[in-house]
């Protein structure tokens, strides 16, 4: 009988430990699921960007990266917040950058129409050249 009585102990005792290692698991586990990385500030930015804005901020990256990242960081900061919500399109980025002081240069191509399509105007100004030869 006292066998009986210790047996019922030492599963008690087991119970308890192994009740203590599972929650000690759940508490340090759910920090891990809770603690979501922060997204990136370029990447909140990227998903605000519309037409040609992640091409005027390729540009500005490459022309003035410091900078550049000082205003990514800020921009992140406003559209998270929720103060800014619109869509910034290449203009509106570009202007921003002029506004501050970083003037950064696009790439321009003129396109011109000759004979029913559309080529650009350094080819169409070699070709009138070619021809006046």
């Known amino acids: 009988m006292s066998d009986d009585i210790e047996l019922e102990r030492l599963k008690a005792k087991r119970l308890a430990e192994m009740q203590k290692n599972i929650s000690t698991i759940k508490q340090t586990s759910e920090p891990e699921q809770k603690e979501k990385p922060k997204p990136n500030p370029r990447d909140i930015v990227l ?54 002081g970083l003037n950064v240069r696009m790439q321009t191509k003129i396109n ?19 021809d006046e030869e």
């Not at 011109?112 to 070619?130: A, H, I, P, Y």
Request: aromatic letters at 6%; glycine letters at 8%.
């Open 47 to 100: 998903k605000s960007l519309g037409f040609r804005g992640e091409e005027v901020l390729q540009n500005a990256e490459t022309q003035f990266p410091n900078e550049t990242r000082a205003v990514i960081v800020q921009l992140a900061q406003l559209i998270s917040s929720g103060e800014f919500d619109e869509k910034i399109d290449g203009g509106q980025l570009l202007s921003l950058f002029r506004t501050i």
């Open 112 to 130: 011109v129409e000759q004979d029913g399509k559309f080529v650009s105007l350094t080819d169409k100004l070699k070709s009138k050249k070619n």
